[in-house]
C-alpha cells in the first residue's frame, strides 16, 4: 500500500515542513553530483558482505557510521543530526518526502513550528539511537530522514487515526485506488517494521540497506513527544 494523499486540512501552510522536504531534496542533487558508488566489504552476523558503498559527496563527510561514533563520540557526534538529510537514492528519498508531505503538514499544524522542529530532530536522534544500540560496531553508512518521517507517523496515528488516506494498492499486476483510514496504513507499515527487525535484521546490521530499528525508534519517540509536546488536533478534521 503506498499512501498519495490525506484529506486532513491544516489550518497553516506547513513552512516548516516544506522547508524540511527543501533541504533534503537539495542535499540529495549536491550528493549525487559530488559521489560516486564502490564496492565495499563489510562485517555482519552472517560473516564479511560486499555492499555498494556510495563515497565521496556529502555521504563522505556526513553519514552516520555507528562504528566511528562509538570510536569517535566527540567528532563524529554530528553525524546524528546531517545523516537526516542524506538519502541513498531516489526511492529513498522519494518515498521519505512523500510521508512526511502528508503526515508531516498536519503534526506541524498541531504543535506549532517551534515545537514541530524539535519534534522532527528529537524523533530523528531517537531513531539514530536506537539504530546505534542494535549494532554499535556497524560500518555501514547510515542516512535518511526514515527515523524523523517515522516519528511524524506515529504522531498522526495517535491524532487523526480515522483521517482518510488515498491509497496505491497493488493486486498482481493491477494497480487500484482506494481510500482507507490512517491507522490502517500507518499500522500495516509499524507492523512490517516491527517483523522485519524481529525476524529478518535480528539486530545485528542493516538488513538490504533498510534500518528498522531505527523506524522503530522514531515511530515510538513520535507518539511519546507528541505526550510530552502537548500536542492536539487542529483544525477542522474529515474522516
Known amino acids: 500500500m503506498i ?6 486540512p491544516t489550518r497553516h501552510f506547513p513552512f516548516i515542513t516544506v522547508l524540511f522536504i527543501a533541504i533534503n531534496v537539495l542535499a540529495f542533487l549536491q550528493d549525487r553530483l559530488t559521489g560516486h558508488y564502490e564496492p565495499m566489504m563489510v562485517e555482519t552476523a552472517r560473516g564479511m558482505v560486499e555492499i555498494n558503498h556510495f563515497v565521496g559527496g556529502l555521504s563522505a563527510r556526513f553519514a552516520l557510521v555507528p562504528a566511528q561514533l562509538a570510536a569517535h563520540p566527540g567528532t563524529a557526534w554530528h553525524q546524528v543530526f546531517t545523516s537526516m538529510f542524506l538519502h541513498g537514492n531516489w526511492l529513498h528519498i522519494g ?9 508531516g503538514n498536519n ?5 506549532g513550528r517551534p515545537r514541530f522542529i524539535i519534534f522532527y530532530f528529537c524523533c530523528g536522534i531517537a531513531a539514530a539511537g536506537a539504530q546505534f544500540l542494535s549494532a554499535p560496531g556497524s560500518q555501514v553508512p547510515m542516512v535518511g530522514a526514515s527515523g524523523a518521517v517515522a516519528g511524524v507517523m506515529g504522531a498522526y496515528l495517535i491524532l487523526y487515526p480515522h483521517a ?9 499486476i493491477f494497480f487500484t485506488f482506494i481510500e482507507v483510514p490512517a491507522f490502517v496504513i500507518i499500522g500495516y507499515w509499524a507492523l512490517l517494521q516491527f517483523i522485519s527487525a524481529s525476524w ?34 487542529a483544525g477542522r478534521r474529515q474522516g
Open 95 to 103: 518515498s521519505n518526502m512523500l510521508y512526511l508531505w502528508i503526515f
Open 164 to 172: 482518510r488516506i488515498l491509497t496505491l494498492l497493488p493486486i498482481v
Open 3 to 8: 499512501p498519495l494523499k490525506d484529506y486532513n
Open 107 to 111: 503534526i506541524e499544524d498541531s504543535l
Open 200 to 233: 529478518i535484521n535480528s539486530g545485528s546490521t542493516q538488513q538490504g540497506g533498510i534500518a528498522y530499528f531505527a523506524h522503530i525508534g522514531g515511530f515510538i519517540a513520535g507518539i511519546l513527544l507528541l505526550f510530552l509536546l502537548g500536542g492536539r488536533p
